[in-house]
T-cell receptor, first 118, second 110 residues
Framework: DAGITQSPRYKITETGRQVTLMCHQT?????MFWYRQDLGHGLRLIYY???????DKGEVPDGYVVSRSKTENFPLTLESATRSQTSVYFC?????????????????FGAGTRLSVL | QKEVEQDPGPLSVPEGAIVSLNCTYS??????FMWYRQYSRKGPELLMY????GNKEDGRFTAQVDKSSKYISLFIRDSQPSDSATYLC??????????FGSGTQLTVLP
């Protein structure tokens, strides 16, 4: 199916374990993003990528690692999971194009991964 | 102080009511203003996108931006139970990242 897909949808893990969340998009969008969503905080940016092999930190990058060897994939790894990383994680992709008023973009989100760290 | 403040609600209204959702922001560099809608256990989806101050209408939805007051609003006319969701404002400056409000949970009662 076309679009942006995240896997797994649900994950339970233990403190200290490594966990990788997958994100795949079929639009060939240049930009991809990882957010976490927690009650009272809304969506907070963890990492983003402007193209393959180009990544940059967002607002809350500590404890996370990303890579982007191919345009369509943007995995997020928790190297040693902590309870504070229990959250819902969303991946998004977008393209930027010139429109009236400047560079326009629309971010398309996946359905999310619910991660519980016990 | 957060860059974007949004009343978390929850907000409960009867079907047919006019709903007003609001965000305030502190960074005058924000130039692009969006509203996303998020249904329970789903990802956010773009609802409205505006660039300049003023109003933009799309069906029952109107987005309003007042840059001088750093205040943005989303109005929903003739609200329906299917509008029940969390609404997130999102703002962007010259960078590629979005800054989101914390979201307002809306329930429209039939």
């Amino acid at each position: 199916d076309a679009g942006i897909t995240q896997s797994p949808r649900y994950k339970i893990t233990e403190t200290g374990r490594q966990v990788t969340l997958m994100c795949h998009q079929t639009w060939s969008h240049s930009y991809m993003f990882w957010y976490r969503q927690d009650l009272g905080h809304g969506l907070r940016l963890i990492y983003y990528s402007a193209a393959a092999d180009i990544t940059d930190k967002g607002e809350v990058p500590d404890g996370y690692v990303v890579s982007r060897s191919k345009t369509e994939n943007f995995p997020l790894t928790l190297e040693s999971a902590t309870r504070s990383q229990t959250s819902v994680y969303f991946c998004a992709s977008s393209e930027f194009f010139l429109a009236g008023g400047g560079a326009k973009n629309i971010q398309y989100f996946g359905a999310g991964t619910r991660l519980s760290v016990l | 102080q957060k860059e974007v403040e949004q009343d978390p609600g929850p907000l409960s209204v009867p079907e047919g009511a006019i709903v007003s959702l609001n965000c305030t922001y502190s960074n005058s560099a924000f130039q692009y203003f969006m509203w996303y809608r998020q249904y329970s256990r789903k990802g956010p989806e773009l609802l409205m996108y505006t660039y300049s101050s003023g109003n933009k209408e799309d069906g029952r939805f109107t987005a309003q931006v007042d840059k001088s007051s750093k205040y943005i609003s989303l109005f929903i006319r003739d609200s329906q139970p299917s509008d029940s969701a969390t609404y997130l404002c999102a703002l962007r400056g010259s960078a590629r990242q979005l800054t989101f409000g914390s979201g307002t949970q809306l329930t429209v009662l039939p």
